[in-house]
């Protein structure tokens, strides 16, 4: 008993019996692997992982688009007096002490609306400086300022990092003391000799005779005109340049007179393909710009599918903060700068420090629309960045909202009315600056800024105050 027999049906039911103990075996130690496999280091389980399914309905179902928030500019969000932040700690070194006020106060609702969108963290590095030579040589590269000197041994680090976007920066405002090299002539004077160089050899001056155009013409106002890039960086591309050189002397009407033709291109081409339907201009300014030409120029481009790179990113963050929240990014992104004073509001547009900039001094512009109320706050933080700061070179995106709104050939179609159009705009280096201000860090890790969002709020508020009406 117990062991199989002689007979060959006996053996023939022996080996089916080991057979099946020997599958269901197989089969526990394969759950078991699986099961292992998804523990985490803590032995939890990991949670399973949402399904990123590209609609939140069902095609062509009434209620699919009553399921996304529309896109709005919130009201102020500092409604608590409480939960306002303590002025003293309006700059980007006392955002970890906003927020321990917050959770010492029971601020649950700011502490909830900024954790659903940002990691921020306080850090403290270390050094030590043991030669008095360079002891004195750090001392002099900050200007023999003790103070500051004092903080180089344990210096502050601020974290911060969009969970959607995936944008990081590191704040250390010390870095801003570091050695630049000798600076050969002043920002004005560099600025005079560009213009003076550039002016009689400009051929965006005479756009008619050495620029190239589109097969169906040019679009001309009495303030710009367009011209087709000679080397395209996509099917449809445009410059659009105002018809003065100068790189800096624009006013509010130019600027506004270039977006709108700039719109009436866009509008032009999408009819003539409309499948073509994510708008963005671009605006680089001088070399450290990265601009080719002195002369100002935005490019405009039309693309199908999805916006270009970056601008795609904020889409699809969007996109998975509806999954994970059922809130509207872009609404809750204001509110998250409001609740720490980072914006500034003209009419209909907001303006927005944000708390992870891609480079020195970043605004954010938005609105339902770009209208004059747009134009104008946008005009005012580029005002501040020329005559207030100083800073003549800049980068500017802007993403308009999509020409069309269709679920059917989209993954990541996020409705039109929850989109804003916005604007990011960042400050690049000096015209007399021996040094680049993008290195492998910003290129390939996270981003290092060392201008503070709380005093760049501040400049923009002042610039709005005096220039738009």
């Known amino acids: 008993m117990g062991t199989c027999a002689d007979s060959w049906v006996e053996v023939s039911q022996c080996s089916l019996q080991k ?33 990123l399914l590209p609609f939140a309905g069902s095609v062509g179902s009434d209620r699919f688009p009553s399921a996304w928030q529309q896109f709005t500019i919130p009201f102020s969000s500092l409604k608590d007096e409480q939960c306002t932040p303590a002025k003293d700690h309006l700059n980007i070194k006392g955002l970890p002490q906003i927020v321990q006020q917050w959770r010492i106060l029971k601020c649950r609702e700011n502490l909830k609306s900024l954790f659903r969108m940002y990691d921020i963290s306080g850090r403290e590095g270390s050094i030590v400086i ?88 040019r679009m001309e106002t009495p303030l710009s005109i367009t011209a087709a890039n000679t080397f395209r960086y996509r099917a449809f591309h445009q410059l659009v340049m105002p018809k003065s050189h ?51 120029h935005l490019q405009v481009m039309l693309t199908p599918d999805r916006y270009p790179g970056v601008v795609e990113n904020w889409r699809r963050a969007a996109f998975d903060y509806h999954r994970d929240h059922g809130r509207n990014f872009f609404t809750d992104f204001i509110s998250v700068h409001d609740m720490l ?27 339902k629309e770009m209208n004059k109320d747009y134009l104008q706050l946008l005009y005012a933080v580029l005002r501040s960045y020329i005559d207030d700061m100083q800073l003549y070179s800049f980068c500017l995106s802007m993403a308009l909202t999509p020409f069309a709104d269709d679920p059917s050939t989209d993954r990541y179609y996020t409705p039109v009315k929850a989109l ?26 996270f981003s290092n800024v060392n201008s503070d969002p709380f005093s ?14």
């Not at 269901?24 to 990991?46: D, E, M, Q, R």
């Not at 501040?458 to 738009?468: A, G």
């Open 19 to 51: 057979a099946l103990k020997l599958g269901v075996v197989c089969l526990i130690v394969t759950l078991v692997c699986i099961s292992f496999l998804n523990f985490n280091k803590a032995g939890k389980f990991y949670p399973k992982p949402k399904r």
């Open 456 to 469: 760049l709020i501040q400049k923009i508020q002042q610039s709005v105050l005096t220039r738009v009406s």
């Open 246 to 296: 100068d790189a800096v002397a624009w006013n509010e009407t130019q600027l506004i007179d270039m977006f709108n033709l700039s719109q009436l291109w866009l509008e032009k081409q999408v009819h003539k393909q409309p499948s073509y339907v994510f708008p963005v201009i671009d605006w680089d300014l001088l070399p450290p710009g990265g601009a080719s030409q002195y002369h100002p």
């Open 420 to 445: 804003p159009v916005f604007t990011r705009v960042v400050t690049r280096g000096k015209l007399s600056d021996t040094r680049s201000d993008i290195s492998s860090l910003e290129l390939f890790t």
């Open 341 to 367: 004073g980072l914006t500034v509001r003209h009419r209909s547009a907001v303006a927005i420090a944000t708390l992870t900039p891609k480079k020195e001094n970043e605004v954010v512009v938005m609105a």
């Open 130 to 217: 043991d030669s008095k030579l360079f002891k004195a040589k750090v001392l002099g590269w900050l200007g023999n300022d003790t103070d500051l000197f004092k903080q180089i041994f344990k210096q502050q680090l601020i974290v911060t990092y969009n969970n959607y976007t995936k944008e990081e920066t590191v704040f250390n405002p010390l870095r801003a003391k570091r050695p630049l090299g000798d600076v050969p002539t002043s920002e004005l004077d560099e600025l005079k000799r560009l213009h003076i160089q550039t002016n009689t050899s400009c051929d965006f001056c005479n756009a008619k005779r050495f620029t190239a155009r589109d097969p169906d013409g």
